[in-house]
């Protein structure tokens, strides 16, 4: 089943805008992680906040979490074309050794020069 | 290797048949987890070893799927007679102890005609 759900499922903009998704969870959870995947290829980790936390940056991405509202967003500044991708949350429900992450629907972001 | 490795890249098989997927994890990471990522989709939770012993495998959707990890680094995800709607990518990530990260394969596609 999917936890998550990315809002919107599909996304266009030109290189230079920002880009915004949206996810939204239904149970508590220990962190949330964003993911990316590039066209037939395996899901390279982003970024985790961690429940506790309200606000991450790495870099051109800024992660906010509202756990009120089991909500979290990325955004992307200054978008290149390089970043077209899908683009996955995941929340993970586990406090011990090891990560249980369900998956959202995903957003997929299509750049343009 | 320096990443999770997956084998084969595409595994077509006729319904019915047997399949082996071969995940082999990032040396020295005890967690490693099995994903199915149908198109469209995001991943969906199969199964997850801590060590050698599968932790958690709710994700199974029935009992032709077994996967194994004898000696706690290389799995193998066994499909008994294949169905067609068990085509899908069939994602591995394998996680160090206690982090929420998890580092994807490449994926196995498996088209089952």
């Known amino acids: 089943s999917q936890q998550g759900e990315e809002d919107p499922q599909a996304l266009s903009i030109q290189e230079g805008e920002n880009a915004t998704m949206n996810c939204s969870y239904k149970t508590s959870i220990n962190n949330l992680q964003w993911y990316r995947q590039n066209s037939g290829r395996g899901l390279v980790h982003l970024i985790l906040?961690?429940?506790?936390?309200r606000e991450k940056h790495s870099g051109r991405l800024r992660v906010t979490l509202d756990t009120s509202k089991k909500s979290s967003s990325l955004l992307i500044t200054a978008s290149r074309a390089a970043d077209t991708a899908s683009y996955f949350c995941?929340?993970?429900?586990?406090?011990?050794?090891?990560?249980?992450?369900?998956f959202g629907t995903g957003t997929r972001l299509q750049v343009t020069l | 290797g320096a990443g999770v490795s997956q084998t084969p890249s595409n595994k077509v098989t006729e319904k019915g048949k047997y399949v082996e997927l071969r995940c082999d994890p990032i040396?020295?990471?005890?967690?490693l987890y099995w994903y199915r990522q149908s198109l469209g989709q995001g991943p969906e939770f199969l199964i997850y070893f801590q060590g050698t012993g599968a932790a958690d495998d709710s994700g199974l959707p029935n009992d032709r799927f077994f996967a194994v990890r004898p000696e706690g680094s290389v799995s193998t995800l066994k499909i008994q007679r294949t169905e067609r709607g068990d085509s899908a990518v069939y994602l591995c990530?394998?996680?160090?102890?206690?982090?929420?990260?998890?580092?994807f394969g490449e994926g196995s596609r498996l088209t089952v005609l």
């Open positions: 906040i961690r429940s506790n936390e």
């Open positions: 990530a394998s996680s160090s102890r206690g982090a929420g990260e998890l580092f």
């Open positions: 040396s020295g990471h005890t967690a």
């Open positions: 995941a929340t993970d429900v586990n406090t011990g050794t090891a990560s249980k992450l369900t």
